[in-house]
């Protein structure tokens, strides 16, 4: 069978799985590319618990039992059929694995990515698909353990891990874009009036650029923290997406956003850069898009559209200033 052939057996076996159901052909068939089928005996171990092996798994026949130790004892406490996908969370962290996975019986499943690959030079190779395909992945993830949640009549520690893994940017430890939207609607419903604050550095590209990947990373955790500082109790820090930031105010007027809008551009600008770039001054400068609700904005992505689009008008009209939906 030709590589083309088996790809499109591929795309149709993760077409079918509700893991992947929001991601477009184009995206499924990058998944496809780079996926291959493993098959194991009945009783053979696809993975042990403690060891780390970042793979998802898709079922194309048979069924998988997840088994963990529980004091001294193995249970199975999961069991996965034809067309469902485990190992999800175990792509996305690098902690051990906190489970093992044993074939039922005999099974051939679809794992991305396929032997001989590592997840993270997918990545680097491909950096805006696979960050779009993640992003896509972590709300239909977040959805589920959302729906979940509503079931279990007490919040298990578990559940709390699993929610601060999928909803926390790795790198700056701020909530991350699936975070933002999946709660927001709900803290739209619960405060009669919220601010929504997008920020982004107008020189960042310099520092990336310049400086190096690793110095680019360096400075967007230090922004992180110098927002971090200056945000009040009840406000929320996001890291958007890239080098944008986010900070929801619930409860808050548009003076009080105004007021942290323009505590950020100062903070921004008495940054330590130096130690990130090896010397010499920089000063990073940054442009803040301001929108309320109710206002203009009636939900929560018009609020988010409303704010990003205020923030790029203020980045074109020259950075370093504040803008917001209402008055441009």
């Not at 009549?153 to 790795?170: A, C, H, N, V, Y």
């Not at 709900?186 to 960042?204: H, Q, S, V, W, Y």
């Not at 406000?235 to 007021?259: L, N, Q």
Request: with cysteine.
């Amino acid at each position: 069978m030709g590589e083309r052939a088996k790809d499109t057996r591929k795309l149709t076996l993760l077409s079918k799985a509700d893991l992947f159901s929001k991601l477009d052909e184009s995206e499924l068939g990058m998944i496809a590319r780079y996926s291959g089928y493993r098959k194991f005996e009945q009783g053979s171990t696809i993975f042990e618990e403690g060891s780390y092996t970042p793979e998802l798994y898709l079922i194309k026949k048979g069924s998988v039992l997840i088994r963990k130790g529980v004091d001294g004892d193995t249970r199975d406490i999961a069991r996965f059929l034809e067309g469902e996908v485990f190992g999800e969370m175990d792509l996305l962290d690098t902690s051990p694995r906190t489970a093992s996975a044993v074939a039922e019986n005999p099974a051939t499943l679809l794992v991305f990515p396929k032997p001989g690959l590592r997840f993270r030079d997918i990545l680097e190779k491909h950096p805006d698909v696979f960050a779009r395909i993640l992003q896509k992945l972590l709300g239909v993830i977040a959805g589920r353990i959302r729906a979940t949640d509503k079931l279990v009549s007490e919040k298990t520690p578990w559940i709390q891990e699993l929610k601060k893994q999928l909803l926390r940017d790795k790198l700056t430890s701020l909530h991350n874009r699936a975070y933002l939207e999946e709660e927001l609607p709900g803290i739209l419903e619960a405060k009669a009036r919220t601010c929504l604050l997008l920020m982004k550095p107008d020189n960042f590209k310099t520092i990336n650029d310049t400086y190096g990947h690793e110095a680019g990373d360096s400075a967007l955790i230090l922004i992180a923290e110098t927002m971090k500082s200056r945000l009040r109790e009840g406000e929320i820090g996001v890291r958007y997406r890239g080098d944008e930031y986010c900070v929801i105010m619930p409860g808050c007027s548009a003076e009080k956003a105004h007021e942290l809008a323009r505590d950020l551009l100062e903070a921004m600008k008495g940054m330590d850069i130096g130690q990130i770039i090896g010397g010499g001054e920089l000063r990073v400068t940054s442009s803040i898009g301001i929108s309320m609700h109710p206002g203009k904005a009636r939900d929560s992505q018009s609020l988010i559209a409303a704010a990003f689009e205020a923030m790029m008008k203020a980045r074109n009209d020259g950075g370093d200033r504040i803008c917001d939906q209402e008055t441009g």
